[in-house]
C-alpha cells in the first residue's frame, strides 16, 4: 500500500533501552540492572505524588477532565502567566511535535543545532521540511543567525536550553541578543526540559517563560515533569506562550492527551517544591564524582547542565562497544554514535549506581 | 502569526464534561454527580488492575519499555496474530490519528458515516483532505459504495463497528461484501471501540482482526481499553493490520506515547477477562431498561450494540434544554445536537445510577 510520500524520510527514535529488555536478552536481574541512559531522576519521584497516584487508581475508568482546569491554574501560578498561555502535552515532546506541525511545511525550513534532541528532526520531517543543522555539534548562536540570515524560508528555530543529549547551555542574554534579529513571524521554540538543573547551576541560564514571551511573542517555552519532577513515565509537559499561538496548537491536540492520572500526578508534583530542589542538588554533587573521574582517567566530558553527562572518546576507543560492554554488565548508557559522536551520555545517579558505573567502567576502559 | 492553513478550517473536540466541571460550575457535591456522557464503564476496572497500578507507581520515574512487547506479545495471543500486526497508541483514536495522517492527504478524500465518530473529520482535515459523508446518519453501506465509487479520490473509509454515537451495528457479512468493492489500495478503518459489546448482543456483528486482516490486507482494525476493559483514563488502544500497514502508522508514533503504568494496566486487564464479561453482561441487562424507559414514555431509541443509548425527540422538546437541565441536577449526558440531531446520548450506568436518570428525566420530560 502506498502511504504519503513524507513517510519515506522518516527514521524512527531510538529509545533508551528498558530495564526489561536487558532482562531479557542478556538474562540479568532486574535488580542488577542500572538504567543511566534515559535521563530519568533516579530518586524517584515524591512521595506524595506516589500517594495521591494510588489513590486515584480506582478512578482509571473516567476519562481526565479535558479542559485541564487544575493542572493549568497551578502551571499558570508558578509561572505567573495565564491559562490561556498553556497548553499540556504528553510529554513537552508532544507539545514540541503540535508546535512544529502547526507552522512547518513541504517550503519551509527549521533550524537547529548540530546535536540535539533526535525528536525535532524527526517532527520536521514529518510535514516535509528540511531541517538545518550548524555546523558545531553544541548550540553556536553566531553560526545560528548566519544560517537564519541566509535562508529566508527558516518557519522555526528549536533552541534546546540546556541542550540534550550533549548538556551544553548557552547563556540568556545572548539567546535575548539572538531573538532581537529574529522576524516576529518565525516561532522559536525553547525547550526548556532540563532548566531546573541548569538555573540552579547557573543563574546566567534562566529562562524566564512570562519574561520571554512578553519581550518575544514569537516564541514558545516547553517544560517537562520528566525529569527534575521525576515523573518520566507519566508522560507530561507544558508550552507556555501567547494565547494566539496555544489556540493555533490546542487544534492539534487530540482530546484526552494525558492520564488522568498523569494529571493528578503532576497536580501534586507541583506542590512538592522540596523533592525537585533535593533531586537537583544531589544531582550536582553526583556530577563532581564524574568529573573528578573523568579527569583521572583522562577523557574529556562537556561541561553539563543538565542531569546527564557526556564522555567523549579519542579514536583508540569506541563509544559503540563501550555502551555494549557496559550493558552486558547490567548498566544502560546511551552511545551518541548515532549522532556521529565517539561519545557515551551517562545518567547522573544515585551515589551507589555512580560508584558501580565507574567501577565498571574503569575495568572496561583501562 | 500565520499558521499552516489547515488550521484554519479546524474545529477542537469538544469532550463529555467532567465532573469537576460540574462541581465547578453548579455547585454540586461530586458524589453527587453522575456522569453518563463519556461512555465509560460504571464498574470501574479490574480491582487486580488497581493492584497491579498501585505497585507500580513507585516507578514513575521511569520511561515505559517503548517496544511494548509484553503488551503486543499478549494482544497478539489473545487476537491470533503476530507481535508485528500490532500497534499501541493513546486510545484507540490515536492509531486512527497515526493511520489517516499516514495515508490521507489535500489530494484525497475519507469517507464516513452520516453521524460517526467526531475525531475521523478533526484528524482529516489536519491533513488538508476532504470529509465525505453518507446521507444516512447511520452506517449505509449501499450509500456508502455508491460514493466510493463516484470519488475516485477516496484514499480512506472509515467503518465505526460498532457505531459512536449511535450504537447501531452493520452486520458482519455485509461489511466483508463492501470490503470486496474496495480497491486493495484504499485504506479501511474498522473501528472496533465497542466490539466486546457487539459481539456479546449478537454474533453476527463479531469482527476477527486475524480473519479480516488476511483476507483484505488494506484494512485496520482499531480496538480499545477504555470502555469493556474500563481504562478510559489510561489512554490505551491498538491498531492490528498487516505489517506494512503497522510499519507505515508507526513513523508517526512518538516514543513513550503511552504512559508505564498503562502499559502495566493493560496487560493486567487483558489477564481479567472475567470482568469485561461481567461488565458487558450487565451493560445489557440495564440497557433493557431503558428500552422498558422510552417505550412506556414514547420516545424513539436506537437499538444499541454498545454501552449507551441514544434517545432521540421529537420537535416539542429540546434535546441542548433537556442535557442542560439534567445537568443541573448534576447528570451530565451528551447532547447530539452538534451532530444535527434533536438526541441525547446516555451511558448505560450502574442500576442505581440509571434510576436516578429515569427519575430526574421523567421529572424533566413530562
Given at each position: ?19 526489561e529488555l536487558v532482562v531479557r536478552e542478556y538474562g540479568i536481574e532486574a535488580k542488577d540492572v ?61 507539545v514540541i511535535e503540535f508546535a512544529i506541525h502547526a507552522k512547518a511545511n513541504a517550503n519551509t ?218 550493558m552486558e554488565k547490567g548498566i544502560i548508557v546511551r552511545n551518541l554514535g548515532s549522532y556521529g ?26
Open positions: 500500500m502506498q502511504f504519503n510520500s513524507v513517510l519515506d524520510n522518516l527514521k524512527t527514535y531510538e529509545a533508551g533501552k528498558p530495564i542500572i538504567k543511566l541512559a534515559s535521563n530519568e531522576n533516579p530518586r524517584g519521584c515524591s512521595q506524595k505524588v506516589i500517594e495521591a497516584v494510588r489513590e486515584e487508581a480506582t478512578k482509571m475508568n473516567l476519562y481526565p477532565d479535558d479542559s485541564m482546569y487544575e493542572l493549568k491554574e497551578a502551571l499558570a501560578h508558578k509561572y505567573n502567566v495565564s491559562d490561556k498561555n498553556i497548553i499540556i502535552g504528553s510529554g513537552s515532546d508532544q525550513k527549521v533550524l537547529i543545532a548540530g546535536v540535539t534532541f533526535a525528536m525535532y528532526e524527526i517532527y520536521t520531517l514529518q510535514t516535509g521540511a528540511k531541517v538545518l543543522k550548524t555546523p558545531s555539534a553544541q548550540h553556536n548562536l553566531k553560526e545560528m543567525l548566519e544560517l537564519y540570515k541566509a535562508n529566508s524560508d527558516i518557519s522555526i528555530v528549536v533552541l534546546c536550553l540546556p541542550n540534550n543529549p550533549l548538556g551544553e547551555c548557552v547563556d540568556t542574554k545572548d539567546v535575548y541578543a539572538f531573538l532581537d534579529e529574529i522576524h516576529p513571524e518565525t516561532l522559536v521554540i525553547i525547550d526548556g526540559a532540563y532548566q531546573e538543573y541548569a538555573r540552579f547551576k547557573d543563574a546566567a541560564k534562566k529562562i524566564e517563560p512570562s519574561d520571554i514571551i512578553a519581550k518575544y511573542p514569537n516564541t514558545i517555552y516547553t517544560g517537562t515533569f520528566s525529569k527534575a519532577y521525576g515523573l518520566g513515565g507519566m508522560r507530561c509537559g507544558y508550552g507556555i506562550a501567547q494565547p494566539e499561538i496555544i489556540k493555533a496548537l490546542l487544534k492539534l491536540r487530540a482530546p484526552f492527551n494525558i492520564t488522568n492520572l498523569t494529571l493528578k500526578a503532576a497536580i501534586v508534583a507541583l506542590r512538592d517544591q522540596d523533592f525537585v530542589d533535593a533531586s537537583v542538588r544531589e544531582n550536582f554533587e553526583q556530577m563532581k564524582a564524574y568529573e573528578a573521574f573523568a579527569k583521572a582517567l583522562g577523557f574529556r566530558i562537556i561541561e553539563s547542565y543538565t542531569n546527564f553527562i557526556v564522555l567523549e572518546f579519542d579514536a583508540r576507543k569506541n563509544s559503540g562497544e563501550i555502551a555494549q560492554k557496559l559522536m565517539n561519545a557515551i551520555r551517562v545518567t547522573i545517579g544515585t551515589p551507589e549506581q555512580n560508584s558501580r558505573f565507574f567501577e565498571c567502567f574503569k575495568t572496561l576502559y583501562m
